[in-house]
């Protein structure tokens, strides 16, 4: 029978990657909840309903998930714990994969974690040393990727990291780059830091992309090898893209069209509102219109 590693690792890469202890949470907030949406290959497969807690006592990332063929993955229930310094403290994850069911338990103490895991009539247990900023990425939940909302922000490119992956062990992780981006979407503009993350896998190395928002929340993540692509439900929506250039006077627009809306800017000379009087009507000036792909 294969090992619930080998299962899952086809399924799904993402158990691969976190960070090294380095930023704390941001404040403690109420709950705040997100739909995370999961593409293979273009395809949406399903989705998960994540939820991240800040309180005095730490954070907590907890949710539920359904991803349909061919990675056939159910989540009953997810919830990881950090302390109000960031580190991990513990997971519970209960779930499937296809006709399997899956029990992910780990405590931390220090830089000593005990987990179990359970495997249809299998399982495994095991106590093992790990980094004291090792991070918790259990299987078959995407949400805890969370993580690395907060734990990306302090870091440069050229920093390793740990992993803790139950069942599997620790891995590093290198920082390649980074860098800011904005997203138009219907309801604002998102502002998020892009990293390419190196995951030292024993197999392979892996590049991977990590989104997160100035808030410290996860906005997308993607491994190109493996076409998985998870993104946050207002910035998977077609209405929304990735702000390149932009000029002062520049403005958001939509124009509805047969059956959906296109998204566009309106890049007005500076100059013209600079010299318009109070009052006056807008100058009529001569347009470009620039269509993108064409």
């Not at 805890?144 to 920093?159: A, N």
């Not at 939509?254 to 010299?275: D, E, I, Q, R, Y």
């Amino acid at each position: 029978m294969r090992t619930l590693h080998s299962t899952v690792a086809l399924a799904l890469l993402a158990l691969l990657i976190s960070a090294g202890l380095g930023a704390q949470p941001p404040a403690p907030a109420g709950p705040a909840t997100n739909q995370l949406m999961v593409f293979l290959r273009g395809v949406p497969v399903g989705n998960e309903d994540v939820t991240v807690t800040r309180t005095a006592e730490g954070t907590t990332i907890s949710g539920t998930a359904r991803l349909g063929t061919p990675i056939s993955v159910t989540v009953r229930k997810a919830e990881i714990r950090y302390g109000p310094d960031g580190r991990a403290l513990s997971c519970a994850i209960e779930g499937s994969i296809r006709d399997r069911q899956i029990v992910v338990v780990s405590n931390i103490t220090g830089t000593t974690a005990a987990w179990s895991l359970t495997e249809g009539t299998n399982s495994r247990q095991k106590t093992e040393t790990i980094d004291a900023g090792a991070a918790l990425l259990p299987p078959i939940f995407f949400g805890s990727y969370e993580v690395f909302g907060w734990r990306l922000q302090s870091m440069k490119p050229g920093d390793s990291m740990r992993v803790l992956v139950p069942g599997q062990g620790q891995l590093e992780v290198k920082l390649l780059s980074a860098s800011d981006e904005r997203i138009q979407t219907p309801g604002g503009l998102v502002t998020a830091r892009r990293s390419t993350i190196s995951i030292a896998d024993p197999a392979k190395p892996v590049e991977v992309e990590i989104w997160a928002d100035q808030g410290g929340r996860l906005v997308r993540f993607s491994v190109p090898s493996q076409a998985l692509e998870v993104v946050r439900s207002d910035v998977a929506t077609v209405a929304a893209r990735e702000v390149k250039v932009s000029r002062p006077n520049d403005e958001s627009a939509h124009v509805p069209a047969n059956g959906f809306t296109l998204a566009a800017t309106v890049s007005k000379p500076a100059a013209a509102s600079a010299s318009r009087q109070a009052g006056a009507k807008p100058a009529r000036l001569p347009a470009v219109v620039l269509v993108g792909g064409t």
